[in-house]
C-alpha cells in the first residue's frame, strides 16, 4: 500500500508548471479569447514540445506510452491555468479511444502519430453532452451513435456555433448523418470504449477542476493579502480567513479522491466509474465553493472584467456541468452505494 | 502508487478480524462515563493488551506491537467493523502517548507506557480552564517549584473521563512571572493526590463525562514533568497536532457510521424518499467518508516515505467533525418524530445509538481547538494570511 506519486511523476508536473507559468499568463489567455477559433497555434506547438500531446500515444506511434496516474497530476495543472485548447480531447481522451479500436484498424495509425506530433486537433460529440468544444477547429470529429463509433471531417456535418460564457470555449451543435463510410466501429465493441471514455474524461475534467479551485484560492489569497481596509490587509480579519479555509478543506479532501480515480482506471479496475463519478463531484463541489467565496474576497473587484477571477470561474463552471452533469454523477454514485449488494463501510476502500 | 495490500498486511487483517469476532462482547458495554460502565471498559482495554492489541503501533517492549501506519489504519478499519467497544483510554493512548514517544526520558516511557497499554493507568486531559478554553495560553493554574516537587494550585476544566480516570496531564504555569505561552510546564499527576477536588460535570446526555478538577497546594514530583520546565506550550502542541492530525479520529469510525446510515435509509426508504434531500445526504455521507479515508491513507504513505504532519492536523480535523454531525443529522432526518427516543424507551427499536452518536456529534467541532481555531491556523499557517 502507498498512495503517493513517483519522484518521476511529481518531476514531470513540476516541469508542466514552470512551463505553463510563463506560457499561460493570465494576460495571453485574454488574447487568444479575442481570437475566431480561441485557439492558439503557437500554444498548441507549445504544449507539444513540452511532450503533452504525446504522453498517452504508445510509443510504436511516437508517443511516451504514459496512463492515466501520469495525466492526471498534468490535469491539475492545465486546470490551475485555465488552458485554452482542446489538448485533453485529442491527446487524452481521443488517443484513448483511437488505442481501443479493434486491433489493425487504419484510423489509430492514421491519426496516434499526427497527435502525438502535436499536428492533429480531434473532437468528440457523445450525448452527455449537448454541444461539442472545438469541431469546426478540429481535423477530425470522433461521434457516439447508438454506442458504434464513428468518424467525419467537420465539413461532413453541420455545425452551429453557441457561444459560451466561457470565452475560450467554441461550442457547436453538430448536426450530421450517420453513414456506412463514416462508421468506425460497430456497437458491440464500441460500448465498452465508450464507457471508459466517458470516465476518462470524467477524471480529466475532475482534475482540472481541483486545478481551477486551487487557482482561485491562490487568486482569494492575493488579494485579501494586498488589499488593505480599516488600515490593514482583509486578509486579516477571520470573516476573510474563514471563507478561504473552507476552500482549502474541500480541496485537501477532493484530491485524494481524484488521485483514487486516477489508479481505479489506469488499472482498469470494475468499480473505476463510481471513483470517477466522486471525484467529478468532490472537484466540483471544490470548484464551486472557490469561486463562491473568491468572488466575495474580492470584492467589487470580483465583479470586473479586470480581474483575472472571471476566467478561472467561467472554466470551472463550464467544465462541472460537462462529460455528465451532477444529477449524472450523484446517480452512478448512488447506483453503488444503494447496491443491496455492495461492500460498504471500513476495509473496502481499496 | 500501489493502492494494494501486501500478504503481510492481508494476513493482519485477517488476524485482526479472527481475534475480534471471537472476542468483542456480545452484549455492548454501558457507558464509559458510568462507574460500572467504566470498568467494563478498563476490562476490555486489560483484554486488547492480552493480544497486543492495545496500542498497535508501539514499540512491543512498552506494550505494543511494533507496527506501521498502513497497519494501524487495517486494525481500526477491523476494529470499527466489529463494532467493538469504544476506547476509555484514547486520552492516554492516542494523545498522550505520542507526546511522550517524542519528549519523554526512556525511564518515563517505561514507567508509564506499559500501564497505560494494559490498562491499569487510564488517563484524562487537563487542558482547559475556566479563563483558557480556545486561548488556551491564558493558563493560569500554578504549579510552584518546591525542591524535586511542583505545588499545584488552581483548577482546570472540562476534562475528559477525569470523574473515574487514575491519571491526567496538562499544562501549568512553573514560572509565575511568565505570560501567555512562555513558562507552562507539562505535567502528569494521580488524580487520587490528596488536595484534589473532583467535581463531576453532566454532559448533554446526562452523564458525567466531564469533571472539574480543583488543585488545593497538590505535590507534584518534578520527574513527572515531560520536556523542559517552560517548554510545555510546544511539546503540547505537538500533541494537539497528533490529536487533530491523524490518530483520535481513524477513518473507520466515520466509514462505520456512514455504512449504518445507508442501511438505516435503505430501511426507511418508504418515508425517506419523501424527502430527496436525505438520499443526498447518505450518498454525501458515504463518499465524505471515503474521502476522509483516501486523505488519511495519503497520509499514512507520506509519512511512511519520511514526511511529517503539517496542515493536514487542521483540515481533517474540520472535515471529520462536520462531517459526524451532518451524517447524525440525516440519520434524525430519516428517524423524524422517533428519533427524540431513549434509547431504553418500550418502542424505540430501531433508533439504535443514533440519539447518542447526534449529541455526541456536536462536541466534535468544538473540543480539540474549536473548528474556529483550526480555520484560523489554516488561514494563517497553510494560506499565509496575516494575523490579525
Known amino acids: 500500500m502507498d498512495f503517493t506519486f513517483d519522484d518521476q511523476q511529481l518531476a514531470f508536473r513540476d516541469a508542466i508548471r514552470k512551463f505553463l507559468m510563463v506560457e499561460a499568463a493570465p494576460e495571453w489567455l485574454r488574447e487568444i479569447w479575442e481570437t475566431r477559433s480561441g485557439r492558439s497555434l503557437d500554444l498548441r506547438t507549445k504544449l507539444a514540445d513540452q511532450g503533452l500531446t504525446a504522453i498517452s500515444v504508445p510509443e510504436p506511434h511516437g508517443g511516451m506510452g504514459l496512463g492515466d496516474l501520469d495525466w492526471v497530476l498534468a490535469q491539475q495543472e492545465l486546470g490551475y491555468y485555465a488552458i485554452p485548447d482542446s489538448l485533453n480531447d485529442t491527446a487524452y481522451l481521443a488517443v484513448d479511444l483511437l488505442k481501443r479500436l479493434p486491433a489493425g484498424h487504419a484510423l489509430a495509425a492514421q491519426w496516434l502519430p499526427r497527435i502525438a506530433q502535436g499536428t492533429a486537433r480531434i473532437a468528440i460529440a457523445h450525448p452527455v453532452n449537448p454541444f461539442t468544444a472545438d469541431a469546426e477547429n478540429a481535423d477530425l470529429l470522433l461521434l457516439w451513435h447508438e454506442d458504434e463509433i464513428h468518424a467525419l471531417k467537420p465539413a461532413q456535418a453541420k455545425l452551429t456555433l453557441n457561444e459560451s460564457i466561457d470565452m475560450s470555449r467554441r461550442l457547436y451543435r453538430i448536426d450530421w448523418t450517420p453513414t456506412a463510410s463514416s462508421r468506425v466501429c460497430d456497437a458491440s465493441a464500441g460500448r465498452a470504449i465508450w464507457e471508459d471514455l466517458l470516465n476518462r474524461a470524467g477524471l480529466a475534467l475532475a482534475a482540472q477542476l481541483v486545478g481551477l479551485a486551487s487557482r482561485m484560492l491562490d487568486l482569494g489569497i492575493d488579494h485579501s493579502v494586498n488589499r488593505k481596509q480599516f488600515g490593514k490587509p482583509v486578509g486579516s480579519f477571520q470573516a476573510v480567513k474563514h471563507h478561504m479555509a473552507d476552500v482549502a478543506v474541500k480541496i485537501e479532501f477532493a484530491r485524494p479522491v481524484v488521485y483514487r480515480a486516477a489508479y481505479a482506471m489506469q488499472k482498469g479496475q470494475a468499480d473505476r466509474a463510481v471513483h470517477v463519478s466522486h471525484a467529478r463531484l468532490a472537484a466540483g463541489e471544490a470548484a464551486r465553493l472557490a469561486a463562491r467565496r473568491s468572488i466575495q474576497v474580492h470584492g467589487a473587484m470580483g465583479y470586473t472584467w479586470e480581474a483575472d477571477l472571471q476566467m478561472f470561474m467561467k472554466r470551472a463552471w463550464a467544465l462541472e456541468a460537462n462529460w455528465g452533469d451532477r444529477s449524472f454523477h450523484k446517480a452512478r454514485v448512488a447506483a453503488h452505494v444503494l447496491d443491496p449488494v455492495a461492500e460498504l463501510g471500513p476495509a473496502h476502500t481499496f | ?185 507539562f505535567l502528569l499527576l494521580p488524580l487520587k493526590l490528596p488536595g484534589i477536588t473532583i467535581r463531576p460535570i453532566k454532559q448533554l446526555n446526562g452523564l458525567p463525562g466531564f469533571a472539574e478538577i480543583f488543585f488545593d497546594d497538590v505535590r507534584v514530583p518534578a520527574d513527572n514533568r515531560i520536556g523542559e520546565e517552560g517548554q510545555g506550550w510546544n511539546i503540547a502542541m505537538a500533541t494537539a497536532g497528533f490529536e487533530r492530525g491523524l490518530m483520535l479520529r481513524s477513518p473507520a469510525r466515520f466509514q462505520q457510521t456512514a455504512k449504518r446510515l445507508v442501511d438505516l435509509y435503505q430501511q426507511n426508504r418508504a418515508t425517506a424518499d419523501a424527502d430527496p434531500a436525505i438520499r443526498d445526504a447518505v450518498l454525501k455521507a458515504w463518499m465524505d467518508a471515503e474521502a476522509y479515508a483516501l486523505a488519511t491513507y495519503a497520509t499514512a504513505s507520506r509519512l511512511a516515505r519520511g514526511g511529517q504532519i503539517g496542515a493536514e492536523a487542521s483540515t481533517n480535523k474540520i472535515f471529520w467533525s462536520e462531517l459526524d454531525v451532518s451524517m447524525h443529522e440525516a440519520a434524525m432526518s430519516i428517524l423524524g418524530a422517533r428519533a427524540e427516543l431513549m434509547p431504553h424507551a418500550p418502542d424505540a427499536q430501531g433508533v439504535e445509538g443514533w440519539l447518542d452518536g447526534f449529541l455526541f456529534s456536536l462536541a466534535g467541532p468544538i473540543y480539540a481547538g474549536t473548528n474556529e481555531i483550526q480555520r484560523n491556523i489554516i488561514a494563517e499557517r497553510m494560506l499565509g494570511l496575516p494575523r490579525a
Open chain 2, 1 to 185: 502508487m500501489r493502492l494494494e495490500y501486501t500478504e503481510r498486511q492481508k494476513a493482519f487483517r485477517k488476524e485482526i478480524r479472527d481475534w475480534l469476532a471471537a472476542h468483542v462482547p456480545k452484549e455492548p458495554l454501558r457507558s464509559f462515563d458510568t462507574e460500572e460502565g467504566f470498568a467494563q471498559h478498563r476490562a476490555w482495554e486489560r483484554k486488547l493488551s492480552g493480544a497486543s492489541l492495545s496500542a498497535v503501533t508501539w514499540p512491543r517492549d512498552l506494550g505494543g506491537r511494533g507496527l506501521d501506519l498502513i497497519e494501524w489504519l487495517t486494525f481500526e478499519e477491523e476494529y470499527w467493523r466489529a463494532n467493538a467497544p469504544l476506547r476509555v483510554n484514547q486520552n492516554g493512548i492516542f494523545l498522550l502517548a505520542p507526546t511522550l514517544m517524542e519528549h519523554g526520558t526512556e525511564e518515563q516511557k517505561k514507567r508509564f507506557l506499559p500501564r497505560m497499554a494494559d490498562g491499569s493507568d487510564i488517563w484524562a486531559q487537563a487542558w482547559s480552564e475556566s479563563g483558557a478554553g480556545s486561548d488556551m495560553a491564558a493558563i493560569r493554574c500554578k504549579a510552584v517549584r518546591d525542591g524535586d516537587h511542583y505545588v499545584l494550585s488552581g483548577s482546570k476544566i472540562w476534562s475528559t473521563r477525569a470523574v473515574w480516570a487514575d491519571w491526567c496531564f496538562g499544562l501549568f504555569r512553573s514560572d509565575p512571572a511568565s505570560s501567555r505561552h512562555h513558562g507552562l510546564s
